[in-house]
């Protein structure tokens, strides 16, 4: 069997210890709750948890690319980006990979597992940092653009346009 | 829904029972992390209100600049506040930790941050008021440990940063107390906790500013009188544009049937600027159909009350000026526009701060004979109630189609819906404009709604983190109906949430943008003598005409 044949077949295994170990992350009495698998509006960090490593794991099955990764990953990213985790805390879920994969996988599909963990790594690195410069452009032109932005079109403020503030992302 | 756990089912593992001893530990000392906190209280804001210890601090450094006495203030503080809020007194005493709310706090739900389950938010103020006020807990805290053990604990430097740290990733917006068995009501201790830092000069910014600026020039952005007739007066013109007609208002006129006050971010902040000149426009309607006589006030120009966010004293002096203002011009009632919190003011506060406003006439909307009952007292009327009223009774003309571009939900505002009740006239509203409307999952809307993240002055830029993590309930739900229905627009009737929740809609779900109901009000409504319309409020082609 190949590697992703062999991960295929124990899915569910590996999604049930990742979402596990992710969990795990949060503070314990935290984790506890978010853990629940309860209505998706009730727990929305443990439901979009849960989907995004579940999309990640169908992913690395077939073909991927880093910018179907990276999309796998935006969900669960996009949340710990907000959260009081400091940069390798909000990734470190990806390492813990590893360390699954060596108590389902032989060692010669580990060799070829782990490489693939790191692509994942690296991916999610790059969404990380992506998710904070939306917030740091969030940060710096909210205000300024709502009521600035007005006082512009009425013509009560020197021209200053929009894009100057902004670049290119719209409002 | 089946999945729904009950409250036992999803506690079971934890012990919110501070004698277990450890509950305090659930995360290390406090430790204030950038993202999560807003900037301190500038001095001079401060100071224009008269508030003690104005001084530049800043929460990140150890020395906070208290006075010496701090403890002894806040003592007593905590004392008159027992005696004078006996809901405060209750708050602290009859809590049984039974986790009912732990899970529903949506600060908790999106920072996964423990000490924001409510009932331990609370718990952080409640142990010092264990160890301070109780008998048990003066007893205790003679002997060593004892305090601990009764799940006290003095109010030291620490305790007081991390009191401060975690009151502030409070919206007060109640959602918690809808499911407490007892009622217990964590917004009002948020409140209790406030006013005491407050004592010692402990506010944030983004509070303390627009406060102080309302207090000298009328509303929260400072903007003076005739920045505001400008921009009222621009509006005017962009509307003539778009319709044909002018729309020009009235201010300060005595005699008018009608004050009519909007929070400040209507008139200077996108997207607010487009829901006011909804107002505008239906005012010039009423006025050449039925003629009503409406006015507006360059001095009455903040419906909202930062003031609410700081202490019931400061509260009050703001709401005040309003009913000055409409003694004044002789009006015989007041209407308001699309906010919150100045609603749950106005609907909880105002009657026995600044009321019985009895110089004013129990509202009647004069077109349709209607009485507003529930406003019989404080004698102001949310503008969604008035307009469902005229539409009700069919005195306006809408054409819906300028509006069927628009797949749109509709936002509770924690401070209409949980504080006020006003949950079916804004619906009412919508459905009379719009042909596509979609709830989003019961369990997000009405009183169980989720805040937007961004109240009770907490919409401050340097706490975006948090800002953004306490709207993932609210944006999971609205992505939810996005995905489902092809929702592109998120209604509300508050002037925060329609900056907060651009910013929310930004963030988690770029495709869907905000809108005040009247501004929808405004595309469809159709003015005596109107041009044929090819835009909408926002200039962009209406449906239909985007080729022409
Ligand atoms: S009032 Fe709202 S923000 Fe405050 S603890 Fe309760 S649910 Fe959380
Ligand atoms: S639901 Fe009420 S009684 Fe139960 S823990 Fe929360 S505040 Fe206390």
Redesign the interface.
């Known amino acids: 069997m190949n590697i992703k044949q062999t991960l295929k077949e124990n899915k569910s295994l590996f999604l049930k210890k990742w979402f596990q170990a992710t969990i795990e992350t949060y503070p314990k009495d935290s984790a506890r709750i978010l853990g629940k698998d309860a209505n998706r509006f009730d727990n929305p960090v443990g439901a979009i948890t849960r989907e995004s490593l579940e999309n990640i794991l169908d992913l690395i099955t077939d073909k991927y690319s880093e910018e179907s990764l990276e999309k796998a990953l935006d969900p669960i990213i996009r949340i710990r980006a907000v959260q009081a985790f400091n940069a390798s805390e909000a990734v470190s879920f990806v390492f813990a990979l590893k360390k699954i994969g060596q108590g389902i996988l032989d060692d010669s599909h580990q060799r070829q597992f782990d490489p693939m963990v790191d692509q994942i790594a690296l991916a999610s690195f790059n969404k990380f940092m992506k998710c904070k410069e939306e917030i740091f452009l969030l940060k710096a032109t909210e205000s300024k653009r709502r009521v600035h932005r007005a006082f512009e079109r009425a013509g009560l403020v020197a021209e200053l346009k929009e894009n100057d503030l902004l670049g290119s992302k719209k409002s | 829904?089946s999945?729904?756990?009950t409250p036992d089912?999803?506690?079971d593992?934890?012990n919110f029972t501070p004698k277990s001893g450890n509950w305090m530990d659930?995360?290390p000392s406090v430790q204030i992390?950038p993202?999560?906190y807003c900037y301190a209280a500038k001095a001079d804001s401060v100071k224009t209100l008269g508030l003690p210890n104005a001084r530049p601090w800043n929460p990140l450094e150890e020395d906070w600049k208290l006075p010496e006495n701090w403890q002894e203030i806040l003592h007593q503080g905590i004392k008159e506040r027992l005696e004078k809020f006996r809901t405060f007194k209750i708050f602290m005493d009859v809590c049984v930790r039974c986790g009912a709310c732990?899970?529903k706090c949506h600060f908790?739900?999106?920072?996964?941050?423990?000490k924001n389950?409510p009932v331990l938010r609370a718990e952080l103020l409640r142990s010092v008021y264990r160890n301070d006020f109780t008998t048990a807990g003066k007893i205790l805290s003679k002997i060593p440990g004892g305090s601990r053990l009764g799940g006290g604990r003095p109010l030291t430097m620490e305790v007081l940063k991390e009191l401060w740290y975690y009151f502030f990733q409070c919206t007060e917006c109640r959602r918690c107390s809808v499911f407490c068995p007892y009622g217990i009501d964590t917004a009002e201790i948020t409140i209790m906790a406030r006013e005491l830092f407050n004592l010692v000069g402990l506010n944030i910014d983004w509070i303390a500013t627009p406060v102080s600026n309302c207090f000298k020039t009328g509303n929260h952005?400072g903007i003076q009188p005739h920045?505001f007739k400008?921009?009222l007066d621009?509006f005017v013109e962009d509307i003539e544009e778009i319709t044909g007609v002018d729309c020009t208002p009235e201010y300060q006129k005595k005699g008018a049937d009608i004050l009519f006050i909007t929070p400040s971010g209507d008139v200077?902040?996108?997207p607010g600027?487009y829901t006011c000149q909804g107002y505008l426009m239906l005012f010039k309607y009423l006025k050449d159909k039925y003629g009503l006589d409406v006015t507006w006030s360059t001095y009455a120009s903040e419906g909202g009350n930062f003031g609410f966010f700081t202490s019931h004293e400061t509260m009050k002096r703001l709401n005040a000026k309003m009913y000055a203002e409409a003694k004044r011009l002789g009006v015989k009632w007041i209407l308001g526009g699309e906010c919150g919190h100045m609603w749950r003011v106005i609907h909880q506060y105002m009657d026995t701060m600044n009321g019985p406003a009895d110089f004013l006439e129990v509202p009647v909307n004069p077109i349709t004979g209607t009485v507003f009952e529930n406003a019989r007292s404080t004698k102001m009327v949310h503008i969604t109630e008035f307009t469902a009223d005229l539409i009700k009774h069919n005195k306006l003309e809408l054409d819906k189609s300028r509006n069927s571009n628009r797949v749109i939900t509709y936002h509770d505002s924690c401070n209409t819906s949980r504080g006020m009740g006003l949950l079916d006239e804004p619906r009412y509203v919508i459905n009379n404009v719009c042909d596509n409307f979609y709830e989003m999952?019961s369990?997000?809307i009405r009183e169980q709604t989720f805040c937007c993240g961004s109240g009770s002055g907490l919409n401050a830029?340097?706490n975006?983190?948090?800002r953004?993590?306490g709207a993932?309930?609210r944006a999971?739900?609205v992505k939810?109906v996005h995905e489902k229905f092809g929702v592109n627009t998120l209604g509300t009737v508050c002037a925060i949430d329609r900056?907060a929740l651009?910013?929310l809609c930004?963030?988690?779900v770029p495709e869907v943008e905000v809108y005040g109901i009247h501004e929808l009000v405004g595309n469809a409504l159709i003015l005596p003598g109107e041009i044929k319309r090819t835009q909408d409020l926002r200039m962009e082609p209406l449906p239909g005409m985007e080729e022409e």
């Open positions: 829904m999945k729904e756990l089912e999803a506690l593992k934890i659930t995360t992390k993202g999560m732990a899970d908790f739900l999106g920072t996964g941050d423990p389950m952005l920045a400008d921009m621009f200077f902040a996108d600027t999952p369990n997000t830029g340097e975006m983190e948090l953004m993590a993932l309930p999971n739900a939810y900056a651009s910013t930004e963030y988690w």
